[in-house]
């Protein structure tokens, strides 16, 4: 049978998908640190927007459950679609940089001073984005109810337990690596949609910790409560914490080692 007669897939197989984050991530180790910045401030801002989204939805108490999760998931995926398509640097997407330094296209110094780069502009634009919610009293929408979501997701946030803490953290960004190398494998807008909003949906329904979310949901809890006990500066920090390392362990050690052994070369 001629090689016409096949039908064409028009994205790319997972091991072209490997050499592309190779590739991506040695053009992010590269990176002048001022852009790298100014690209991670505007990624926090996006994420916190997902956030901001799917506070309107957590607002209405008359949905149930699981029309909640689901659609708190679908209207957070604004954020890390916007990362994919408009362009900007995002901590946990960027734990596949992994890949490139496994490989020898950068050191595990190019990759660390990017992530610190880049981890620092995400809490800048996610912070900036809840200073600019809380000036423009976008609490007191729906009857103040939107406020009232904001301060019980920083509450449950903020009393968790370390080891949930922690493995709701790898399996989040388990989920948001994924979507990134899928991501990958679109080629266009129209592909990279799907790719970017159904493990969103999933990590979100799932109630999974992701931490640049987290430098908004937080703060801007915080900003809202008026004082709740729970809502601490010491616990935000304790939560960005745990849940950093955690975001790293699944995307950069579970997700992204899982592809070096599948596709990376054999003497690294």
Not at 42 to 67: C, N
Not at 103 to 128: H, T
Not at 195 to 209: C, K, Q, S
Not at 223 to 246: K, P, R, Y
Request: charged share 10%; with cysteine.
């Amino acid at each position: 049978m001629a090689d016409q007669d096949f039908p064409t897939v028009d994205a790319l197989a997972p091991a072209q998908i490997f050499q592309k984050a190779v590739t991506v991530g040695k053009a992010k180790a590269s990176m002048p640190t001022g852009r790298a910045f100014v690209l991670a401030v505007v990624a926090g801002f996006y994420i916190g927007m997902g956030g901001m989204f799917m506070l309107l939805v957590k607002s209405d108490v008359q949905l149930p459950f699981a029309a909640s999760a689901l659609l708190g998931g679908l209207t957070f995926g604004l954020g890390l679609f916007s990362v994919i398509v408009a362009g900007a640097e995002l901590f946990t997407g960027n734990n596949l940089m992994l890949i490139g330094t496994t490989q020898g296209a950068y050191g595990p110094g190019e990759l660390l001073r990017s992530w610190a780069v880049v981890y620092a502009g995400n809490f800048v634009g996610s912070l900036l984005l809840a200073v600019i919610l809380k000036l423009a009293n976008f609490a007191g929408m729906n009857g103040g109810a939107v406020g009232e979501a904001a301060v019980n997701v920083a509450i449950a946030k903020c009393s968790l337990g370390l080891v949930p803490m922690f493995f709701r953290a790898v399996m989040c960004n388990v989920l948001v690596c994924l979507a990134v190398w899928m991501g990958f494998a679109g080629k266009s807008v129209t592909d990279k949609l799907p790719a970017a909003l159904l493990p969103v949906m999933a990590f979100v329904a799932g109630g999974f910790e992701h931490c640049v979310a987290n430098m908004f949901f937080l703060p801007y809890g915080l900003m809202v409560s008026g004082g709740v006990e729970a809502i601490t500066i010491g616990a935000i920090c304790v939560n960005l914490v745990v849940v950093t390392l955690g975001n790293i362990v699944g995307g950069a050690l579970l997700f992204a080692g899982a592809y070096v052994l599948a596709f990376g070369r054999k003497d690294a």
